[in-house]
């Protein structure tokens, strides 16, 4: 199993109305965020350690809260700000 992100509870209802280049400029830092959590936790699924932070990312046009969970192998959109 390789890792991923995905919006948290869905897209639409993290990302439903922000213009579509802010919105692919989320996912392109959410795609870079989790290659390099794969690189960092090498098998995620034996993680010990508490779950980090959430983050805030700022992107082009705005920002978003990122979670990243190493057990699940997953990176989590929660909330998209577009400025």
């Known amino acids: ?20 280049a802010f919105v692919a400029e989320v996912e392109r830092k959410a795609d870079e965020l989790v290659r390099a959590a794969e690189a960092l936790y090498l098998d995620g699924s034996l993680f010990q350690g508490e779950t980090p932070r959430s983050e805030h ?22 909330q998209v700000t577009c400025l």
Not at 1 to 20: F, I, K, L, N, Q
Not at 58 to 66: A, D, E, H, L, W
């Open 1 to 20: 199993m390789s890792w991923r992100w995905e919006y948290d509870p869905s897209e639409e209802h993290v990302a439903g109305g922000a213009p579509p």
């Open 57 to 78: 990312v700022r992107v082009p046009g705005g920002m978003f809260v990122f979670l990243l969970v190493p057990r699940h192998r997953c990176g989590y959109v929660l």
